[in-house]
């Protein structure tokens, strides 16, 4: 049950980084040649899963006098390391660099339908060295891992920080980097590139917190592989005597399989149908109930674990993460741990028809809650809120029984 659980949140939170099997391949060696050298920056397109919803990052190095041409990709991880899921979950997981020939790299994403955009690097001999002297640097086995951030540090940042320490000078963007009043949040690229996916974004909702609302600036925005790649078109190389030169000096797609975001498009009852109908349910049942005079406890029975376990997941989260913008989160008023501990005392009231102080708590505080839903400083999904009904109907219905009774 515990290995669910931690499956489940696994499940949820966005991986940005698709893996990919790891080449035995030696990265640069000290006679190439550098004006012979092509690095490119290469960015996938999104898939169906939700681990690759966000697209995905990766360097391209071609050295055609060593017949070298390899994928540094920065997405590695070992499903089957010790305690992964949970070491997920906590925010402890690591991630590694792995380097890959281009072949396969390509042969992978045309077989998953994923279109690659290849953005040529306009890097001196001495900044395609440097480069290559830092993605050879990390490559190796002491150097190679890394903790991983799915925010701030993931597999299109590492890619970004190593160019832009090979520039001899500065990297400009085009717009100020720095600046929070973008108006969009970690939320809100959720929700973009989760787009047809809706079961994908309501489990992140879940688990994002209020600090996913606040607004981030251009720089931070760039966790997503595909904001690293339209900046860089705008970016400029400064070097040190004030010479300006484009850091792209092409942009290609050498991956074209023919499909579209559309054709990832997940089908079927969203959510929102989901809980609705949920609701209805427990709206018409309820009310029988009360007229009959008989308490249905066994649909507290179902509604409240699954409303305890959800709230076991999230506080989890909250309380021990290292996630960012997990915490603090207001979900909690509504699905909490206290559902599953304060169930056999609540249930054999209920079933006495007597009255409930759980019942009576909970009741007020999903009131408030929901009384106070725009005033919230955190975006709450649309479906939390016949999920919300249901628990309060649930206790609604009880308390009357038992005052009836009374």
């Not at 939170?13 to 790891?22: D, E, G, N």
């Not at 991983?148 to 717009?175: H, K, M, S, W």
């Not at 047809?196 to 996913?212: T, Y």
Request: charged share 20%.
């Amino acid at each position: 049950m515990k290995r669910t659980l931690f499956i489940y949140i696994y499940i949820i939170f966005l991986f940005f980084c698709v893996p990919a099997t790891v080449a035995q391949v030696k990265p640069h060696q000290e006679n190439a040649t550098a004006d012979s050298i092509r690095i490119s920056l290469l960015t996938c397109a999104a898939g169906g899963e939700i681990y690759s919803l966000f697209g995905h990052t990766a360097i391209r190095y071609e050295n055609p006098a060593q017949g070298i041409d390899a994928v540094f990709n920065y997405g590695m991880f070992n499903f089957n390391a010790p305690n992964f899921i949970l070491r997920f979950a906590l925010g402890e997981t690591d991630y590694q660099l792995g380097v890959t020939d281009y072949e396969h790299f390509a042969a992978e994403y045309n077989y998953l339908g994923r279109d690659v955009w290849q953005q040529t690097l306009n890097l001196t001999e001495e900044e395609k060295e440097r480069l290559v002297t830092l993605l050879t640097e990390n490559y190796r086995p002491e150097n190679r891992v890394y903790r991983y951030n799915f925010f701030y540090d993931n597999c299109a940042t590492r890619p970004r920080d190593q160019i832009e320490r090979a520039v001899n000078g500065t990297l400009q963007y085009a717009d100020n980097m720095n600046d929070y009043g973008t108006g969009i949040s970690f939320r809100d690229l959720l929700h973009r590139y989760s787009e047809g996916h809706p079961w994908s974004r309501f489990g992140m909702d879940l688990c994002m917190g209020s600090k996913a609302d606040k607004p981030i600036n251009r720089r931070l925005a760039m966790f997503v592989p595909f904001y690293v790649q339209e900046y860089f078109n705008k970016a400029k190389i400064v070097d040190k005597e004030g010479q300006a030169r484009p850091l792209v000096a092409k942009e290609e797609k050498i991956v074209v399989t023919g499909q579209t975001p559309a054709d990832f498009i997940t089908g079927g009852i969203t959510p929102m149908q989901s809980a609705s109908l949920l609701l209805a349910l427990v709206a018409a049942i309820s009310l029988y109930g009360i007229r009959k005079g008989k308490t249905f406890w066994g649909m507290d029975l179902i509604l409240f674990p699954i409303a305890g376990i959800a709230g076991c997941i999230l506080a989890f989260l909250a309380l021990f993460s290292q996630h960012p913008a997990v915490s603090p989160n207001y979900l909690l008023f509504v699905f909490h741990p206290l559902h599953l501990f304060c169930l056999p005392c609540m249930l054999f009231r209920v079933r006495k028809r007597k009255i409930s102080r759980y019942m009576l708590a909970n009741f007020i505080v999903l009131t408030l809650f929901i009384g106070l839903w725009a005033i919230i400083p955190q975006r709450i999904p649309p479906a939390v809120l016949p999920l919300a009904l249901c628990l309060l109907i649930r206790s609604a219905s009880n308390l009357i029984l038992a005052y009836k009774r009374k």
